[in-house]
């Protein structure tokens, strides 16, 4: 049996950095390989444009997550919010509330969630 509080509302966004000055870095080695390669005569500009738009989409969907739990059901969001996970109450048999390291005593930040 699972109880679920009424006017419950928590949401916690949190950015992926390191996923994003490692694709940043990518692409700057890759407008440089770009530009060494023209200098050579030759043009791979269609590559270049195909490989920036689709490290461009990875990062808007990749670039943060956000925990969104409401009276109704758990949502997980990537990005911009292309890629969303609705999770149910009924479908949940375990829930613990763990302490995340970096936080004050007390406080708890994360739930393990089984299914």
Aim: contains cysteine; glycine residues 6%.
């Amino acid at each position: 049996m699972f109880i679920f509080l009424i006017n419950m509302k928590y949401s916690k966004t949190q950015t992926g950095w390191f996923f994003i000055v490692i694709f940043a870095f990518i692409l700057i080695g890759m407008v440089i390989s770009y530009s060494l390669e023209i200098e050579d005569g030759k043009d791979p500009f269609n590559q270049l444009l195909f490989l920036i738009l689709f490290l461009g989409f990875c990062i808007l969907n990749f670039y943060q997550l956000r925990i969104v739990v409401n009276q109704d059901c758990f949502y997980i969001i990537y990005g911009i919010g292309l890629i969303r996970i609705k999770i149910l109450p009924e479908s949940l048999q375990y829930v613990k509330a763990v302490l995340s390291p970096g936080m004050p005593d007390g406080e708890y930040d994360l739930c393990i969630v089984e299914f």
